[in-house]
């Protein structure tokens, strides 16, 4: 089975600087999607950004960039210029891919609390 | 966008009741999740279905059953409540990508 391990359960950030937060996992998988996803205080969790594991490009989305070291087993989230709508809970996932029996469902880490200050 | 609806936000219960939470989604997503949302665990999941009548045991099922009659429609029961299952449950659906619930927060007194 897949473990997603998320060691910062904690984290601040000075508004407009840079955060990085770190999730790593075990798979026996060569195939794989990754995820963050962002859970504010209303609870809806936001899809933040994918990686897929075939792709050695590191995905990015405006703020969001990630750093994806496959043999490491490791994805990490860098949020850049932080800003105050970004403090919430952030949850690294897993998928494995469609071809396998247990590829429906996203198996997360335990959370990092980002904390943006003034 | 597809939406996901989650019947109650807050739900407060007995020991020993049964409890019916209920998820419904407006797209045709054949795919859908119960998980449970506890601090320092993230999300766990309980079950799940893939199809109408269909389901799978997750990680957590003990305590749990599921009923899917309906392919809009997947709702998580908890047989005999206890006080360990006082918790945030959130239900999700797949397509190409997740989309989440609001969540309930459960408390069983």
């Known amino acids: 089975a897949q473990t997603v391990t998320q060691s910062q359960p904690e984290m601040s950030v000075q508004e407009a600087e840079t955060v990085t937060l770190s999730c790593t996992y075990d798979?026996?998988?060569?195939?794989?999607?990754l995820f963050w996803y962002k859970q504010p205080p209303s609870r809806q969790m936001i899809l933040v950004i994918r990686q897929e594991a075939y792709k050695q490009q590191n995905a990015t989305e405006n703020r969001f960039s990630v750093n994806f070291q496959k043999a490491a087993k490791s994805f990490s989230l860098k949020i850049s210029d932080s800003q105050l709508g970004d403090a919430a809970m952030y949850f690294c996932a897993y998928r494995s891919p469609l071809s396998s029996g247990s590829a429906r469902q996203l198996t997360f880490g335990s959370g990092t609390q980002l904390t943006v200050l003034p | 966008d597809v939406k996901v609806t989650q019947s109650s936000r807050y739900l407060v219960k007995r020991t020993g009741e049964k409890v019916f939470l209920e998820c419904v989604q407006d797209m045709d997503h054949e795919n859908m999740f119960w998980y449970r949302q506890d601090p320092g665990l993230g999300l766990r999941l309980i079950y799940f279905s893939y199809d109408v009548k269909m389901k799978e045991k997750g990680d957590i099922p003990e305590g749990y059953s599921v009923s899917r009659e309906k392919k809009e429609r997947f709702s998580l029961i908890l047989e005999s409540a206890s006080t360990n299952q006082t918790s945030m449950y959130l239900c999700?659906?797949?397509?190409?990508?997740?989309?989440f619930g609001s969540g309930t927060r459960l408390t069983v007194v």
């Open positions: 798979t026996s998988e060569s195939d794989y999607y």
């Open positions: 999700a659906t797949s397509g190409y990508g997740y989309t």
